[in-house]
């Protein structure tokens, strides 16, 4: 199982654009990388995945380079509501798999 | 829209008390997870199930246990709670390689 490291917090101030980078050196190759958000006393919600390049949704991009052993979330300016944890997660494409999260990273978006 | 239901959003028992959480989720997905969740530890995987009548150990098991009688349902047990298990717990399930649903969390107390 690839484990993840990412910075515990960030501050960013409204209407800037967030990159949360994630390290997941011994990602395996059926591993897809997932992100997920959390407000406080809620569970995480799936924001993105992706598998190699770039993805993007309405909500975010993610950006994979050739080696895949990081990938960087990317918020385009970011507004209060986005204050959150940020959770990497890579995650087995095939049969029954142990899903671990690692301790995420803390945005805190400023005024 | 897609459903994972748990049935206490709060919860209060005594110490040694049996504790039972339940999580049902309505999208026929394969597999399901308990996790537990305790400021500044982020979220630990307690057990999980790939399918009916099949659990493994998450990363801290110990005072806990699992049923699976059907596939929507998985609960966790505390068989005598103590207050080290005073937590948030969420339930999530995943078919394969699909996004992880959480419900929205059980606070439990152990007084």
């Known amino acids: 199982l690839a484990k993840t490291t990412q910075p515990i917090s960030m501050d960013s101030y409204e209407g800037q654009e967030v990159n949360i980078t994630c390290s997941h050196n011994?990602?395996?190759?059926?591993?897809?990388i997932t992100w997920y958000q959390q407000f406080p006393s809620q569970g995480p919600r799936f924001i993105i995945q992706?598998?190699?390049t770039k993805v993007t949704n309405e909500v975010a991009s993610l950006f994979i380079p050739a080696d895949r052993k990081s990938s960087t979330l990317s918020l385009p300016r970011v507004s209060l509501s986005d204050t959150a944890v940020y959770y990497c997660?890579?995650?087995?494409?095939?049969?029954?798999?142990?899903?671990?999260f690692g301790t995420g990273t803390k945005l805190q978006v400023i005024p | 829209d897609v459903k994972v239901t748990q049935s206490s959003r709060y919860l209060v028992k005594r110490t040694g008390e049996k504790v039972f959480l339940e999580c049902v989720q309505d999208?026929?997905?394969?597999?399901m997870f308990w996790y537990r969740q305790d400021p500044g530890l982020g979220l630990r995987l307690i057990y999980f199930?790939?399918?009916?009548?099949?659990?493994e150990k998450g990363d801290i098991p110990e005072g806990y246990s699992v049923s699976r009688e059907k596939k929507e349902r998985f609960s966790l047990i505390l068989e005598s709670a103590s207050t080290n298990q005073t937590s948030m717990y969420l339930c999530?399930?995943?078919?394969?390689?699909?996004?992880?649903?959480f419900g929205s969390g059980t606070q439990l107390s152990v007084l």
């Open positions: 992706g598998y190699k």
């Open positions: 999208m026929d997905h394969e597999n």
């Open positions: 999530a399930s995943t078919g394969y390689n699909e996004k992880l649903f």
């Open positions: 997660l890579p995650k087995y494409s095939g049969g029954y798999q142990k899903v671990t």
């Open positions: 199930s790939y399918d009916v009548k099949m659990k």
């Open positions: 011994n990602i395996a190759t059926n591993d897809y």
